[in-house]
């Protein structure tokens, strides 16, 4: 079965639109790629191929060199696959707006991005999902959105500002209607942060409790997990009690509510954070192996890097910055004083005097160091009273200073820019390569970008807005040798398809919509780094979205041709 129906039915219907009703040479197409060398996304070699689009679908794959259309491109010596389907994408925050120019997702386009899976983190920008999805219909977009409901904003509005404690079982029924309200609007599935507020009060079975609703629509769950480090990020060492969570105890959830739900489960931008953590995907592929041998469909989604986060930060936790005394249970998590404005550069000194405090906030900001990466990996990006600093390691000043990393950043926080409470801003590198590339080669896991729209991006923003897909191909297909060229396109198309249930896209093939790139594989360039995050990769020439050029030669055309995937209009 698939999605409710017969695979044989669906298999059959495949082979149907893939039959032409006269011979292909003699077609008529609008759009006519020949000589490319076709990867379809199922993971399968390359073929040669020509490629014929009518309207918004790709209707003949094959030797089409005596066809005519409106436009033809030549592809030859070039791929042909398909569009980038970004599993894990913040874009709906500007494709909701009026701004047409975030509408048309320019440093998403330019990457191959053709389709986003919006609603990560359990928020979802509008509520309800049928006036999320009007938003983004009003105003069009550059890419197809697949909708989804998110737990926190659910979660919200059935608990309002009470949330800081596990829900009723009475809460949690208005939760489920209104899950199941968002199923009825389109969505897909659910989307949850159970390390974000208000999702980290929330208890597992309040989340099995909601994935059994999206279980009667064949929907799909995911989630920025628990924990994927040796606290969740939230907590400090000061404020830990009892067992601490862990990255494992993060997978471990979202496998159960995999196994109870029925339904398919990804952990969301799978990562091992900092080096107390380095090696953890071992364990994380274990897990998941012994899940899926037992029949539990438990998947995961990765954007291509070593660093994490979307901005620049600081490295002091926010307590430091408290009057002395000040309740600090809320650790990182911006608890109601950091809300209050009673943070301050002042109250910094008089904590690391006190005899109580300072030793704890000491060991707190060496446990940041470590969850971040170490001090030789924080990369300052922002300093606004020495630029010369930008670019170095907090181990390189330090150095130069004759300093310990804690006492460099002090002196940073005491004497830098009074507009930063850390005096700088760093871009930490939390990962390790053998994790990176761990994750990246199994066949689970597919390939998120975690960013969204980009305006005006500034340095230590995360080069994954503008690279994530260069990157994976560019450094670690070609460089690195991590995983084939194959593997890498199906982890970004035909994979992420299967996930969310999408019949009609993640392939090149007759039938599918025609959301299409073509990329000169040879000239490709991931070109996005931390310094430089802004800047766009080279070797994709073309990208199409439902039959529509929104990039033409390696230019973005600022169409609009993207579609609001309802569910109920793919399976009605």
Known sequence: MLLGKPLGCFLLS?????????????????????NGRVLDGSGSPEFRAD????????????????????RVIDATGQLIVPGFIDMHSHADRVLVSNNRRGRQARNLVLQGVTTVVVGPDGRNPIWPVADEIAAYRSGGTAVNVVPMVGHGTVRGEVMGDGYERPATAEEIAQMQMLVREGMEAGAWGLGAG???????????????????????????????????SPLPRWQTPSIAEGWRLTGTDGMKETIAIGRESGIRVVGSHIKAKGPSTWG?????????????????????????????GGGAVGVIPPWGFAPPGTDRTG?????????????????????????????????????????????????????????????????????????????????????????????????????????????????????????????????????????????KLAHYVKVRGAISLSFAIRSSTGLPAQIIGLPDRGYVRAGQKADLIVLDFDRLEDRATILDPARSPVGFGYVMVNGTLTVDDGQPTGALPGAVIDRNEVWP
Do not use: C
């Open 14 to 34: 495949s082979l149907v639109l893939s039959l032409p009703a006269w011979p292909l040479s003699a077609q008529q197409f609008d759009f006519l790629i020949l």
């Open 51 to 70: 490629v014929g689009i009518r309207g918004q679908t790709v209707v003949a794959v094959g030797g089409l060199s005596g066809a005519s259309a409106d």
């Open 194 to 228: 159970p390390e974000y507020r208000p999702g980290r009060f929330s208890t597992t079975d309040e989340l099995i409790a909601l994935a059994k609703v999206v279980a009667d629509y064949n929907g799909f769950y995911y989630a920025h997990q628990r924990s994927q």
């Open 280 to 308: 953890h995907s071992s364990v994380d592929v274990l897990l998941i192996e012994r899940a899926r041998a037992e029949g539990v469909q438990v998947y995961l989604d990765q954007y291509p890097y070593e660093t994490f």
């Open 331 to 471: 650790g990182n998590d911006a608890p109601l004083w950091r809300r209050a404005g009673l943070l301050n550069k002042n109250n910094l000194r008089e904590n690391l005097d006190h005899e109580e405090y300072g030793p704890l906030l000491i060991t707190d900001i060496e446990f940041m160091l470590d969850l971040q990466g170490g001090a030789d990996r924080h990369i300052i990006v922002h300093a606004p009273r020495d630029p010369n600093l930008v670019g170095k390691t907090l181990t390189e000043v330090a150095d130069e200073n004759g300093r310990t990393p804690v006492e460099q950043l002090v002196d940073f926080a005491m004497t830098g820019d009074d507009s930063l409470r850390s005096g700088v801003l760093f871009r930490p590198v939390a990962g390790h390569q053998f994790d990176v590339e761990n994750y990246m080669r199994q066949e689970y896991t597919a390939t998120g970008t975690d960013g969204g729209v980009t305006l005006s991006p500034q340095p230590g923003q995360h080069p994954r807005y503008f690279g994530t897909y260069a990157r």
